[in-house]
């Protein structure tokens, strides 16, 4: 059986500069509700975000940093959000691949939940839900990171 990981030795393994943002974060988001499940990956953890049984936001480790996913299934209801993103987070989404599901159902694994429909900067977007809204954890995308989450968090709480 898997070891339980402690959050704070997560939060241990994390950049400094990015430790106070990833606890404020926790504290918010248990706040809203959601779980937390942390697990061993090839790179680092993996430590998920639930809102009833739905993954909102994920943190994972690669050669450049930690990154979030954030999970954007409500994301038209806070289009505004998109609009305040730097040009560096901005640039992420539009380097995201598209969703093939979205251009040809048959392109795609027939059990994937769909990628998001959506605008950002006067363009129409259909990106892959997987990599659609991925940022690089740093204090500069804090704050932008920060609403989305909690933005898509607090979607889900209001009912999907």
């Known amino acids: 059986m898997d070891k339980k990981i402690d959050f704070n030795e997560f939060v ?8 106070d943002f990833v606890r404020d974060l926790h504290e918010s988001l248990i706040g809203l509700g959601c779980k937390i499940e942390i697990k061993t990956a090839k790179s680092g953890y993996m430590v998920s975000y639930i809102y009833n049984k739905r993954t909102i936001a994920n943190y994972v480790f690669r050669r450049k940093g930690m990154l979030v ?3 954007g299934v409500h994301v ?17 989404v539009e380097k995201a691949p598209i969703c093939k599901r979205m251009a040809d159902p048959d392109a795609c694994n027939p059990k994937c939940s769909m990628g998001y429909d959506f605008w950002l900067k006067g363009e129409h977007y ?7 809204f991925m940022f690089l954890v740093c204090p500069q995308n804090h704050p932008f990171i920060r609403t989305l989450v909690l933005k898509e968090a607090e979607a889900w709480g209001m009912g999907a």
Do not use: F, G
């Not at 259909?126 to 659609?132: E, P, V």
């Open 12 to 19: 241990a393994s994390v950049a400094a500069e990015n430790q």
């Open 126 to 132: 259909q990106k892959c839900r997987s990599s659609a």
């Open 76 to 92: 038209n209801r806070y289009e505004e959000v998109l609009e305040t993103l730097p040009d560096e987070m901005i640039h992420a």
């Open 69 to 71: 996913r954030i999970y």
